[in-house]
């Protein structure tokens, strides 16, 4: 087994066609499907389904696709060791991100990285599930480092906390709770703006108010705060995304605080690769925790 089958079949994992991965990895098509389909002979087994139109992982491929991830992973990390040895970090992050940071830093970390180790490159991927896409981003090997609202995780997953801060209430103007206070059961009644599962601020909000009227999901807190501004319902999000739109109107829980912590998370089974690590230090250079009503 070589690596180069095994970066054919990532790519083919990542591209779903032939075609697409060649084009990705700078080779011709012929050489992929051949690469995949030696590979495919040594392990036994078939790795795609293959359609006229896309590529598609069996059971096999789906079980072999996060341990070859982790083989080129490795391969980078001998690389980036032989060139630490002549005092050049290099190489590229991959970082899990989220749809919206305000309470942290995040372009100041990524600066400070830029300026020690300009040969070091991120790369910042977003996914639809949030948090959870993140862990799940880390387990099959395709992320390196991931942010999130982290509430719970896998053994094998590491976090280090960044920040942290309450979930307020946004209103519109005119609600009866705008800028003032209100407890969980208040919101019984209320017309909630809520985000998709797997985010982070929707694992908190179901924990505290697992009975209530959701009466849309939203990937953007942004338009959650118009939607809730304007009257349509109200929205839990944290204090500093929405102190990001002036004017918002807000109100705080007078239960107790609804702690919402960003972390950094890796793997543990595969330790960051020399620039991940200088990412890693960055991050936790600038880790804000306060929780204030």
Do not use: Y
Request: glycine fraction near 8%.
């Amino acid at each position: 087994m070589e690596l180069r089958q095994l970066e054919c079949f990532v790519a083919c994992c990542e591209q779903g066609t032939f075609t697409a991965a060649a084009r990705s990895l700078d080779l011709v098509q012929s050489a992929v499907s051949t690469s995949v389909a030696k590979l495919e002979r040594e392990l036994g087994t078939r790795l795609f389904d293959r359609t006229p139109t896309a590529l598609h992982l069996t059971p096999a491929g789906e079980a072999a696709v996060g341990p070859a991830r982790l083989a080129l992973a490795a391969r980078q990390r001998v690389r980036d060791a032989v060139a630490s040895t002549s005092g050049e970090l290099t190489g590229t992050v991959v970082v899990g991100a989220l749809v919206n940071v305000h309470g942290f830093d995040l372009a100041r970390a990524f600066a400070e990285v830029h300026r020690a180790h300009p040969g070091v490159s991120i790369a910042m991927r977003q996914h639809p599930r949030g948090t959870a896409g993140n862990i799940a981003g880390l387990l099959d090997g395709s992320l390196d480092l991931a942010l999130g609202a982290f509430t719970t995780v896998p053994p094998s997953i590491m976090v280090e906390p960044l920040a942290a801060e309450p979930l307020v209430l946004v209103t519109s103007a005119q609600h009866r709770l705008a800028g003032g206070w209100f407890r969980l059961a208040d919101l019984a009644a209320e017309r909630i703006v809520d985000f998709p599962p797997g985010w982070g601020t929707r694992a908190i909000v179901d924990e505290a108010i697992p009975m209530r009227d959701s009466v849309i999901e939203v990937a953007d807190q942004g338009f959650a705060i118009q939607l809730a501004v304007s009257g349509f319902g109200v929205t839990l999000v944290p204090r500093s995304v929405a102190e990001s739109v002036p004017g918002t109107p807000t109100a705080r829980c007078l239960d107790h605080p609804l702690p919402w912590r960003m972390g950094v998370a890796w793997q543990t089974a595969l330790t960051p690769s020399l620039a991940a690590r200088a990412v890693l230090d960055a991050l936790i250079a600038l880790r804000r925790i306060e929780i204030r009503a």
